[in-house]
């Protein structure tokens, strides 16, 4: 959790920073030089998401400080979600394929939590664990 949350502040930080390379990481087209048509929004897209992005990197490396399980729960099905939504829209054609990476980080992620909290839930003896769902 505490490195996913660290590399999800750091590329909100990119993106705050230096929007055309988070840009480019993820396989779309780039703002530099180029004049916007009248009503694109790209770069205010992209600011809005680098500061979710920023804002739930701290979340997590908060939550992870705290050992909270009980968040680290509640991300899986929706890390599995945010997967299967990215994956969906390259597959329609609505984003570039340098997109998936963004949707397969989110499900390996999601993966990765699932199997910890499992490991570690079974290596925790009985009367120790916590056995809220």
Do not use: Q
Not at 20 to 48: I, K, N, P, Q
């Amino acid at each position: 959790m505490a490195v996913f949350g660290v590399l999800a502040a750091a590329l909100g930080v990119v993106g705050l920073i230096a929007p055309d390379t988070l840009l480019s990481l993820m396989g779309f087209a780039s703002t530099a030089g180029s004049r916007r048509a009248e009503g694109d929004h790209t770069l205010v897209f992209v600011t809005a998401s680098s500061m979710a992005a920023f804002n739930m990197g701290v979340y997590y490396v908060l939550a992870s400080l705290a050992d909270w399980k009980a968040f680290f729960r509640w991300t899986v099905p929706f890390r599995l979600l945010t997967c299967l939504v990215f994956t969906l829209v390259v597959a329609g054609g609505r984003a570039p394929s340098g997109f998936l990476g963004v949707g397969l980080w989110e499900g390996a992620g999601a993966v990765v939590t699932a199997a910890a909290l499992r490991y570690e839930r079974r290596r925790t003896a009985p009367s120790e664990r916590d056995d809220r769902p």
